[in-house]
């Protein structure tokens, strides 16, 4: 029996979408190596991995406007559209060159998804990061066995916080969101899973932008991805 069931209230668990960077991978190094090269590539100082892992999990674009707002000395409203279009450029293509040289994958997630994918619990992941650069992860680790349905942050015009992501992943997996569990790791996956009418699971050892996201009271916290699972 898998703790997510748990939260149907009944009904029968069919599928499971997950969150990416700080849910099933600790992406962190590798974006925080690729901002750092594109800051000092513009001549501004590097923000550092401690300050890149606060920012992350609103998107590319949130994530290097406020590497300038840091850089510039700044509010993060206050920087300018062009200047983040032209730090967006070059950290993509910085990020396009090592997104797998230093990501790991948290302890027990391969574990987990094999044990959902043999009780045929369908899966999807469901990121804010673009599909260009969700593809070749989820490939690098072998997800891609268990998650043949990915919608990434450039899939649809919106993203987390929005529910659509959330429920074109279900139409694509021929599931209903009654018989769906979201597990993700920050804010954006609860308020997505809340606007979509399913139920929420987080891991306590994401980003979340350096606030604990136990403030946002999911439906189930654990602190380790094998939690997910009861023996």
């Known amino acids: 029996m898998t703790r997510l069931q748990n939260l149907l209230g009944g ?13 099933l991978i600790d992406s962190v190094p590798d974006l925080a190596a690729a901002l750092d090269a594109s800051l000092e590539q513009l001549n501004y100082l590097p923000a550092g991995i401690a300050r890149t892992r606060s920012w992350v999990g609103n998107g590319a674009r949130k994530l290097v406007q ?21 730090l967006l450029a070059v950290f993509f293509t910085h990020y396009g ?9 948290y302890h027990g997630v391969l574990e987990a998804l094999s044990d959902w994918h043999e009780r045929g619990i369908k899966m999807a992941c469901v990121t804010n990061k673009p599909a260009r650069f969700s593809e070749p992860i989820l490939a690098h680790f072998g997800m891609q066995v268990y998650m043949p349905v ?7 015009s919106v993203r987390k916080p ?3 992501p959330l429920l074109l992943a ?7 969101v009654a018989n769906t569990v979201m597990v993700g790791d920050s804010v954006n996956d609860i308020r997505a899973a809340r606007a979509a009418g399913m139920p929420v699971a987080c891991v306590s050892y994401g980003y979340n932008h350096g606030a604990p996201v136990a ?16 023996p």
């Open 66 to 86: 406020r590497a300038l707002a840091f850089a510039l000395e700044i509010p993060e409203k206050s920087v300018d559209a062009a200047l983040t279009d032209q």
């Open 97 to 105: 060159e090592q997104t797998c040289e230093q990501t790991v994958l």
């Open 215 to 230: 403030d946002e009271n999911p439906d189930l916290l654990v602190d380790h991805f094998m939690d997910f699972i009861v």
């Open 150 to 156: 990915l919608v990434g942050g450039d899939t649809l």
């Open 11 to 23: 009904r029968e668990l069919k599928a499971i979408l997950f969150d990416l960077d700080g849910t």
């Open 162 to 164: 929005d529910p659509a």
């Open 170 to 176: 279900c139409e694509q997996l021929g599931v209903e």
